[in-house]
């Protein structure tokens, strides 16, 4: 057994969210080897919480396959990530929004089981709720009746410290302004207090911020995406023809300031009444989301029935998919936030372009 022996049988192993082997990506940093211990030095593209356990698995059964017994470790460090010009947000290695043409849709319940189910799977995660038309994390995190702690740094600027529960670092535009606030203020203004939002927020260092648009595709969206250095945007949809029609809207809005879009998720798509586990029921039709993403050759992200748990969870301040006995349900948005993770690989995995300006 040599390390050359070795590194030939780890080449061609697939990177499977990436689509190719560890030669292709360069991936192979080193191999020690000292009698029958084996040391494999892999470099992968972060986002590593789903992809570390497959690579470690995937090295160890081949190496196995050749030399029964060996001994071996995986030590795997993390690469890429798009840039990061805004030195408030240095710290944060993936931005990712997730925004809807309409509201309604459950856009703020996917972000909020999405940020506890990365959570969960081990990645430090901020959430950050932008939609001044209805700030929902607070609640749905049970944080509704916390105030932020503020205080001014040395250079006067005042800073705030985003609340925490489950794991997950919250902060929201309710705790910088008042509801009737947004209905007069003009975009331009807006932006003001969305940056103050975002730059005056000590938010440590984190895998994931994940950031809850105002629904819409108006100035604002328009100059929150343009500002932040997205990695990428999920889009939220219910499957009827009429959400669909405002997906189209946002995918297109976020093609115009340069941000990917790292796909749909379509929410409500069915129910499953729990005496009949085998039925399902379109109440808003059927494949919509999948049929929009097919047009605009973005990736399918997955489905999520409607079920009353997801509600009382979100009305409770208990993110759902936190619940042991989530199964099935849970498993659904643990697979949103899995095809999520491998979608901004796939985007870290090249040079992000700046986001092009554009004047509202
Ligand atoms: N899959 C679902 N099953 C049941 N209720 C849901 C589901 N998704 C969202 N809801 C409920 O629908 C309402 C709207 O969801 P919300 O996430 O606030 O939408 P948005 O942020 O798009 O306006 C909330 O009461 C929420 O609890
Ligand atoms: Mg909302």
Redesign the pocket.
Known sequence: MTKSDIISILEPIIDTDLGQSLAALGAIHDVEISGNRVRVFLDAVQPLHWVARRLDHDCKATILASFPGAEIEVLVRERGGSTRRMPALAGIKNLIAVA?G???????????NLAAALAQRGASVGLLDA?IY?P?QPT?YGLSSETMRAEKSADGKVIGYPNEAYGVKVASIGFVMQRDQAAILRGPMLAGYFTMLVEQIVWGELDFLIF?LP?GTGDIQLTLTQRIPLTGAVV?TTPQEIALADVRRSIQMFSKVNVDVLGIVE??SYFTPPDMPDRKYHIFGKGGGQSVANEFKVPFLGE????????????EGFPFVLDPESGALGDAFRQVAENIVRETRRTNAHTTEAPVEISI
């Open positions: 809807s309409k509201g309604g849709v459950g856009k703020s319940t996917v972000a909020a939609d209805g929902s749905m809850d629904p939220v929410n409500m999520i029935p409607i079920d009353v748990r997801v509600r009382e969870g979100a009305d």
